[in-house]
C-alpha cells in the first residue's frame, strides 16, 4: 500500500482508519502525519463527528399505525410456517 | 434496541414464542420503513416495501438459520423490495462523486479551511436543526452512496454484510462509504457556517 506521506493521501484513507480497517503500518504513517498537521486533525475530527452524527440519527418520519388487516395479514404468514413445523 | 436484543428478539420468534411476533412487527416495521423512505422517497411506497419486508420475513423465517444475522437478513429482503419500487431513478445514469471535489476548499494547498466542529452538541438529543440537515444530506447524496451510508453508519451494518446485500464488492463499499461520508460532511460543514453561528448570537 501506498504510504500516506501528504494531506491528500491521508484524506483518502480517512473512512479505512476511523473504521480500523487499515493495516498497523499505515495506520502509524497516518498517525505520524498527523501529530504534525493540525488540519488534517481538525479534518479526521470532522468526519468522525459525521459517522457519529449518523449513528445516532433516528429519522423524524415514522410509519403509520398498522392496520388490523395487515397485522393479520404478516401473522397468518407466521402461522402457516410454524404449523408447517409441526410432525404430523 | 442493541444488537443483543435484536438477536433475542429473533431467536423467540423462532422459537414461536408469544408475544415475539408484536414486539419483532413493531420493532423491524419501524426500522425498514425508516430506510425505505430514505431510499425511496416516498411515504406510500415505504409503507409498502415495510409490509412486503416483514410478510416475506415471515414467510421465510426458517431460512434465518444463524439469528445473529437478523439484521443483515432482514435488509436483504429490504433492499429488494426496495428496488421494485424505484421509480424515475430506474433510467437516470449513477451519478459519481470524485474526492477532489470533496477536499475542503484551500488554496494552494491545505491547511484546510473548515468551520467550526467544536460547537457540535454530542448530547443525546440532536437538535431539530441538526437533525434536518442531516435529513437533507442523506437525501441529497446520489443513490450508490446513500445506500451504503445507510446500511454502514446508520444500520452499523459491517463492510461484508453491506456488499452481500448491495451485491457489490467491499473495495467498491469502501470507496462509495468515504465519498459518500466526505460528501455529508461537507454538506455538514455549509450547515455549521451559516445556521449555527446565527444560533449563537440567538441564544
Given at each position: 500500500m501506498k504510504r500516506p506521506e501528504t494531506c491528500e493521501?491521508?484524506?483518502?484513507?480517512?473512512?479505512?482508519?476511523?473504521?480500523?480497517?487499515?493495516?498497523?503500518?499505515?495506520?502509524?504513517?497516518?498517525?505520524?502525519?498527523?501529530?504534525?498537521?493540525?488540519?488534517?486533525?481538525e479534518f479526521a475530527e470532522s468526519l468522525r463527528k459525521?459517522?457519529?452524527?449518523?449513528?445516532?440519527?433516528?429519522?423524524?418520519e415514522?410509519?403509520?399505525?398498522?392496520?388490523?388487516?395487515?397485522?393479520?395479514?404478516?401473522?397468518?404468514?407466521?402461522?402457516?410456517?410454524l404449523a408447517a413445523r409441526k410432525p404430523l | 434496541m442493541d444488537k443483543d436484543a435484536e438477536v433475542q428478539?429473533?431467536?423467540?420468534?423462532l422459537a414461536g414464542e408469544a408475544g415475539a411476533f408484536d414486539r419483532f412487527v413493531g420493532y423491524f416495521r419501524a426500522k425498514v420503513f425508516q430506510y425505505a423512505w430514505l431510499m425511496c422517497g416516498h411515504r406510500e411506497d415505504a409503507e409498502e416495501v415495510?409490509?412486503?419486508?416483514?410478510?416475506?420475513?415471515?414467510?421465510?423465517?426458517?431460512?434465518?438459520?444463524?439469528?445473529?444475522r437478523v439484521r443483515?437478513?432482514?435488509?436483504?429482503?429490504?433492499?429488494?423490495?426496495?428496488?421494485?419500487?424505484?421509480?424515475?431513478?430506474?433510467?437516470?445514469?449513477?451519478q459519481e462523486l470524485s474526492l477532489e471535489a470533496l477536499m475542503p476548499s484551500h488554496e494552494d494547498?491545505?491547511?484546510?479551511?473548515?468551520?467550526?466542529?467544536?460547537?457540535?452538541?454530542?448530547?443525546?438529543?440532536?437538535?431539530?436543526?441538526?437533525r434536518s440537515a442531516l435529513d437533507r444530506a442523506i437525501a441529497e447524496l446520489p443513490e450508490n452512496y446513500r445506500a451504503v451510508v445507510l446500511l454502514r453508519d446508520v444500520e452499523e451494518l459491517s463492510t461484508e454484510e453491506t456488499a452481500q446485500i448491495l451485491e457489490i464488492g467491499t473495495d467498491v463499499v469502501k470507496q462509495r462509504l468515504h465519498r459518500g461520508r466526505l460528501a455529508m460532511r461537507q454538506k455538514l460543514d455549509d450547515y455549521l457556517r451559516t445556521a449555527a453561528p446565527k444560533q449563537e448570537v440567538n441564544r
Open positions: 493521501e491521508v484524506f483518502a484513507l480517512l473512512s479505512d482508519y476511523l473504521n480500523l480497517e487499515l493495516p498497523p503500518e499505515a495506520c502509524a504513517e497516518i498517525e505520524s502525519h498527523m501529530a504534525g498537521c493540525d488540519p488534517c486533525v459525521t459517522v457519529e452524527l449518523c449513528r445516532r440519527y433516528q429519522p423524524a415514522m410509519p403509520a399505525p398498522l392496520t388490523g388487516q395487515a397485522r393479520a395479514e404478516l401473522e397468518a404468514a407466521w402461522q402457516r410456517v | 428478539l429473533a431467536r423467540d420468534l415495510a409490509q412486503e419486508t416483514l410478510l416475506k420475513v415471515f414467510e421465510s423465517i426458517n431460512q434465518l438459520r444463524e439469528p445473529e443483515p437478513w432482514v435488509f436483504r429482503i429490504a433492499r429488494n423490495a426496495c428496488l421494485m419500487k424505484r421509480r424515475k431513478s430506474v433510467f437516470a445514469p449513477a494547498r491545505l491547511p484546510l479551511q473548515i468551520a467550526d466542529w467544536t460547537a457540535l452538541p454530542e448530547d443525546q438529543v440532536l437538535r431539530a436543526e441538526l
